[in-house]
């Protein structure tokens, strides 16, 4: 089992940043690609980014793309969302996800085997 919790949420202004951390408990991270999803209100959850299970290879969605950015520490219990030039579409509730097919970037919510409980990203304008 893998227990994922985000952190890093929180209110910032337009144009601000944030960075978001996935920590794993549990059997860690290694050997699993990693997701971001995010979700508004009335909205259905979304890509955000992916990372494979060595990092070395990303995906991100076009909203996000030259702004955000995903990476995993070396020991790959951790993973962090860079948020930039953050805008309030960007508002919602942010979900890492853990997925064992770890040498893919996978868009897909039914790709991933295990979620976060989510953090919240408000950006006021």
């Known amino acids: 089992q893998v227990q994922l919790v985000e952190s890093g949420g929180g209110l910032v202004q337009a144009g601000g940043s944030l960075r978001l951390s996935c920590t794993a408990s549990?059997?860690?991270?290694?050997?699993?690609?990693m997701g971001w999803f995010r979700q508004a209100p009335g909205n259905e959850r979304e890509f955000v980014a992916a990372?494979?299970?060595?990092?070395?290879?990303?995906h991100y969605a076009d909203p996000v793309k030259g702004r955000f950015a995903l990476s995993r520490e070396r020991n790959k219990n951790t993973v962090f969302l860079e948020m930039n030039s953050l805008k309030s579409e960007d508002t919602g509730v942010y979900y890492c996800?853990?997925?064992?097919?770890?040498?893919?970037?996978?868009?897909?919510?039914?790709?991933?085997?295990?979620w976060g409980q989510g953090t919240q990203v408000t950006v006021s304008s």
């Open positions: 990372i494979t299970g060595t990092g070395g290879t990303t």
């Open positions: 549990g059997r860690g991270l290694s050997g699993f690609s």
């Open positions: 996800a853990a997925a064992t097919r770890q040498y893919y970037t996978l868009p897909q919510l039914s790709d991933y085997d295990y």
